[in-house]
């Protein structure tokens, strides 16, 4: 595990809300030169911190104004390849993760739709198709809000 200072958290923090941004902006933005901000990131890349960075769709501007959880329990894991299941519902366009889960459902989707006419056309053509379909729970998104997670927590009670 990495040793993470203040401004090192306040740079995971400022990535992770734009990645576009230059070195030289956030070494201004907190105080640093740009050849001592691009080190630090160089580190936490090298650290596996930052991991890549990725471009978000806003999938409501792409026509996708319908989210869903869906909880997917399948109907016999034994004798279900959990890599084929993965595969086959990985493959449906409309299906953005897929997530192999401990509790209630063995898979936790996250599914877009133009909607929800859509989304029923995808569950019931598409999802419950696949070999294995048991029970499915779906949850609407009524709102979503992005949270950084614990690097926006300043561990020294300062933000």
């Keep these: 595990m990495i040793e993470l200072d203040a401004i090192d958290r306040k740079l995971l923090l400022a990535l992770s809300q734009d990645a576009t941004q230059s070195a030289g902006a956030l070494g201004r933005r907190f105080g640093l030169s740009q050849p001592a901000t691009w080190r630090r990131i160089r580190r936490l890349e090298e650290a596996g911190v930052i991991r890549g960075r990725r471009l978000r769709l806003d999938a409501e501007a792409l026509g996708f104004g319908v989210r869903v959880n869906l909880g997917v329990k399948l109907s016999r894991k034994g004798q279900l ?24 459902f063995d898979y936790r989707l996250r599914v877009v739709a133009r909607d929800l006419p859509d989304f029923e056309r995808v569950l019931r053509r598409r999802l419950m198709t696949l070999p294995g379909v048991g029970e499915v729970e779906a ?21």
């Design 81 to 104: 390849n959990l890599e084929d299941f993965e595969r086959a519902v990985s493959a449906i366009p409309e299906v953005q993760s897929v997530e192999h889960v401990l509790g209630l």
């Design 139 to 159: 949850n609407v998104l009524l709102s979503h809000e992005r949270r950084p997670g614990p690097i926006g927590a300043d561990q020294s009670g300062d933000q």
